[in-house]
C-alpha cells in the first residue's frame, strides 16, 4: 500500500509541476516550441492514465476493498488482480 500510494502522491506532484511551469512564466516560449512541449504533455498523460487505470486503481481496490466493506469482490476481484498483468 506504501508503494502504491507513494506511487500515486509523486505522479500528482510531478503533473501538479509541470501545469504550473506551462502557466505563463518570467521567460516566453516561440509558439513552435509551446506547441510541442503540449504534445509532449499529452503523451505524458496518455503514459500515465494507462497505467493507472490498468495497475494502481484495480490494485487499490483488491486491497483496500476489504478494509472497508466486509462484501466479498469474488470474480471481480480476480478480474482486478488480472488486470495488473496487462501493465
Known amino acids: 500500500n506504501v508503494l502504491l500510494f507513494g506511487t500515486i502522491v509523486v505522479i500528482g506532484l510531478c503533473l501538479m509541476r509541470i501545469v ?8 516566453s516560449l516561440s509558439n513552435k516550441s509551446k506547441n510541442v512541449q503540449r504534445q509532449l504533455f499529452r503523451a505524458l ?14 490494485l487499490a481496490v483488491v486491497f483496500l476493498w476489504p ?3 466486509p462484501i466479498s469482490l469474488g470474480c ?12
Open 20 to 27: 504550473r511551469e506551462f502557466s505563463p512564466s518570467q521567460f
Open 45 to 58: 498523460l496518455w503514459q500515465t492514465a494507462i497505467p493507472t487505470c490498468t495497475s494502481y486503481i484495480p
Open 76 to 87: 471481480v476481484g480476480t478480474i482486478a488482480a488480472m488486470s495488473c498483468q496487462l501493465f
Open 67 to 69: 478494509i472497508f466493506f
